[in-house]
């Protein structure tokens, strides 16, 4: 008889396992009974620790306090179909998920519990972002003194209603940023309408942001509302406005200046409310000192200045940031891939990232692309990230701990202008710690080098 029952568990256990949906049972106790390997793999929480444990203990769902999908089943007899809630796995980490829960009886027809089954969403959540650029503000990574000071002002801007330059170089995330200053603000649930102006020669380029008329030109064959208008209520966003001619910035210092539109080929303006949000990856300054950037354009939309860090300016960023496209493309290409070798971990450390953010994204990209294994090592990389063979044969060494520890001193005393108690609170080492590693590694003390990136002013409107 024992043997039956430990067989008809084993086969239960084996069509459980051979669902791709999470599922797992209770009993009236609300202590979990079964648990299969999808629901495994969705919480990272193995069967044996699952099992015996109260499904809220489990979970931790949003709804599971006040909104428990099973219990409202239970207390019905009527099943849920297809409720949304969040899951916090064993990594902290918040998992969008889709569930569906019924009765659970034993052979007499009486009730013996509760059954839930449930989806993991986080690829169906990422295409959506990616759709519809719902980003928020927790998609944007870092943890560094410099992203602190970012992260501490992006929601003050978001609150008002000013207009805001963001200035970085290509592959910061001036566009991320934008979107959470939208997603953040009151315009929040109107359109964020986004548009390089890089890309469009000068009629194009009015044409999309302003509209036209039939007629305006060869192939206007009817009426169209420009960007502004389609993102009337909410957040027009200019990429790469330094790439604008000077006829282009006078019409768009009209808009800003008179908040009217005036459609090409049109006669009569039209008001329009919209918060604009301006990007660059040049020196806007500079090109107004160079007479290539109309001065009062650039006062006008400089009201709230953001500057962005280039990645090796949060340097200490970079294993988050690993952590999260390792993630992210384990997802995308549907690998189990763990993470990086030490190896790699120091030889992107000491890269420069010309290409800042856009670039480590790319070679991790990469190596999963060429990585059979768990662990991307150095021969994932592309080939000028690897060690290469120096003139006499022997392979140029990756920098060491020591020297790691000496560049990160090097750039936290860059970036707080040689003041070594601002530089050992940002390291959270003691002073007399720090002055011993300067003093052993003869780092010379920087001399003061202005304002530092992360910085937020403001202009008044």
């Known amino acids: 008889m024992s043997s039956h029952v430990n067989s008809t568990q084993q086969r239960e256990a084996a069509i459980l396992d051979s669902v791709n949906e999470g599922v797992f049972t209770i009993g009236d106790d609300w202590r979990i009974t079964a648990f299969n390997a999808a629901a495994e793999k969705i919480t990272g929480i193995p069967r044996e620790a699952a099992i015996g444990s109260r499904c809220c203990d489990v979970f931790r769902a949003n709804i599971c306090e006040q909104n428990c999908v099973l ?9 849920i179909l297809n409720a949304m809630a969040y899951i916090v796995n064993k990594e902290g980490e918040q998992v969008p998920i889709r569930i569906s829960t019924a009765l659970l009886k034993d052979s007499a027809g009486n009730i013996a519990g509760g059954v839930e089954t449930f989806q993991d969403l986080t690829v169906v959540e990422q295409l959506r972002k990616e759709l519809h650029g719902s980003y928020t503000f927790e998609d944007i990574i870092g943890r560094s003194p410099v992203m602190n000071k970012l992260f501490d002002v992006v929601p003050l801007v978001a609150d008002s209603d000013a207009t805001v330059l963001i200035e970085g170089p290509s592959g910061t995330g001036k566009e991320l940023f934008a979107r959470a200053i939208h997603n953040l603000s009151p315009r929040r649930s109107k359109p964020f309408i986004a548009i390089n102006c890089a890309a469009l020669p000068d009629t194009l380029l009015e044409s999309e942001l302003f509209g036209h008329k039939a007629g305006a030109f060869t192939d206007a064959r009817r009426d169209k509302p420009g960007r502004f208008a389609l993102a009337e209520g909410g957040t027009v966003f200019l990429d790469e406005i330094g790439d604008i001619s000077p006829a282009m910035q006078v019409r768009l210092l009209r808009v800003l200046q008179e908040r009217v539109i005036e459609p090409l080929g049109g006669v009569k303006t039209h008001p329009i409310d919209v918060r604009v949000i301006a990007a660059t990856n040049k020196s806007l300054l500079q090109e107004v000192n160079e007479n290539r950037f109309r001065e009062d354009l650039y006062y006008r939309i400089r009201v709230v200045h953001l500057m962005l860090p280039r990645l090796i300016e949060r340097r200490e960023d970079i294993p988050l940031l690993v952590d999260y496209l390792v993630t992210k493309f384990n997802r ?68 060491s701990l020591a020297e790691l520890e000496t560049l990160f001193i090097n750039e936290a005393l860059q970036r707080n202008d040689g003041n070594r108690k601002k530089t050992a609170d940002e390291l959270g080492i003691n002073v007399s710690t720090l002055f011993r590693k300067i003093r052993k590694a003869g780092i010379e003390i920087p001399k003061k080098t202005g304002e530092a990136s992360g910085k937020l002013v403001w202009r008044g409107h």
């Open 332 to 399: 995308l290409q549907d690998k189990d891939i763990v993470g990086v070798s030490s190896e790699v971990m120091v030889r992107l450390m000491e890269h420069d990232f010309p290409g800042n953010i856009r670039e480590l994204e790319n070679i991790i990209e990469q190596a999963f692309v060429l990585c059979r294994g768990g662990l991307l090592h150095l021969n994932h990389l592309p080939p000028e990230l690897r060690p290469v063979s120096g003139k006499d044969g022997e392979s140029h060494s990756l920098m």
């Open 71 to 79: 219990r409202r089943t239970m207390s019905s007899g009527t099943p």
